[in-house]
C-alpha cells in the first residue's frame, strides 16, 4: 500500500513570488507521481506527472516537479505565481502496471494575493 | 462534447431517498472510477470498473452502488445514505496499458440531509 503526506495544508505567498509545493511518498513498490489542481467548484485537472526518465518533469501552467527516489519526495514547484494560481493541489500516487488507481494526499491550498 | 461529464453538478436528498449518479467519458478509456472527496480528508477511491468489470471495491457500504453498463457510462446508486455521505463525488477515467493517466469529471456535489 501506499501513502501521501503534503504537510503542508496552506501556503500563502505573493504574486510574482516563487512557491514549492511538498509531497513525500511511502511505497514498498515502484509508483508513478502525479500533480493535480482543483479549482473552485471544479473536478481534479493533471498539472504534471513522472512515469519514468528524466526526474525533472515540467507541466502546465509553468508549473514543475522533481521526483527524488532517495528521499521519495516530489515537490511541485513555480518560479513565479501569479492571482490564478490559487487553488488546491493534491499529489497522487499510483503503483507501476496497475490500473490507474491513485492515492491522495490532504492537499494544499495556495493563495496567491498582490 | 468531449472528456468526463457528470450530472447532476448538484444533488439535495433525504435520508430516505434514493437517486443515481451518472458519469459518461468520451475518451475511448476503457477503465472507470468513483471517488469522495470530503472536506479535510483526502480523496478516497471508491470502485474501479475494467472492461465493465469490478475490479475494486474499497469496503464501501452497501447504501452505494455503483453499476457499469458499457465503457462509456458509470452509475453511482444511492439509498438510505447518511448526513455523513455528503460530499463530492468524483468520476474518473484512464486507458488501462495506455498509460496510468486519470481524467477526472467535475464532481457531482451531493448533501444528503
Known amino acids: 500500500a501506499q501513502s501521501v503526506t503534503q504537510l503542508d495544508s496552506q501556503v500563502p505567498v505573493f504574486e510574482e513570488a516563487p512557491v514549492e509545493l511538498r509531497c513525500n511518498y511511502s511505497?514498498?513498490?515502484?509508483?508513478?507521481l502525479f500533480w493535480y489542481v482543483q479549482y473552485p467548484n471544479q473536478g481534479l485537472q493533471l498539472l504534471l506527472k513522472y512515469l519514468s526518465g528524466s526526474t525533472l518533469v515540467k507541466g502546465i501552467n509553468g508549473f514543475e516537479a522533481e521526483f527524488n527516489k532517495s528521499q521519495t519526495s516530489f515537490h511541485l514547484r513555480k518560479p513565479s505565481v501569479h492571482i490564478s494560481d490559487t487553488a488546491e493541489y493534491f499529489c497522487a500516487v499510483s503503483e507501476t502496471g496497475t490500473a490507474s488507481k491513485l492515492t491522495f494526499g490532504t492537499g494544499t491550498r495556495l493563495q496567491v494575493t498582490l | 462534447e468531449t472528456g468526463v461529464t457528470q450530472t447532476p453538478r448538484h444533488l439535495v436528498m433525504g435520508m430516505t431517498n434514493k437517486k443515481s449518479l451518472k458519469c459518461e467519458q468520451h475518451?475511448?478509456?476503457?477503465?472507470m472510477y468513483w471517488y469522495k472527496q470530503s472536506a479535510k480528508k483526502p480523496l478516497e477511491l471508491m470502485f474501479v470498473y475494467s472492461l465493465e468489470e469490478r475490479v475494486e471495491n474499497n469496503s464501501v457500504p452497501s447504501r452505494f452502488s455503483p453499476e457499469c453498463p458499457n465503457s462509456s457510462h458509470l452509475f453511482l446508486h444511492l439509498h438510505t445514505l447518511q448526513p455523513e455521505d455528503s460530499a463530492l463525488y468524483l468520476c474518473?477515467?484512464?486507458?488501462?496499458?495506455?498509460?496510468?493517466?486519470?481524467?477526472f469529471g467535475s464532481g457531482t456535489r451531493l448533501t444528503v440531509v
Open positions: 474518473a477515467s484512464s486507458q488501462d496499458g495506455g498509460g496510468p493517466v486519470s481524467t
Open positions: 475518451l475511448g478509456h476503457n477503465a
Open positions: 511505497s514498498s513498490v515502484s509508483v508513478y
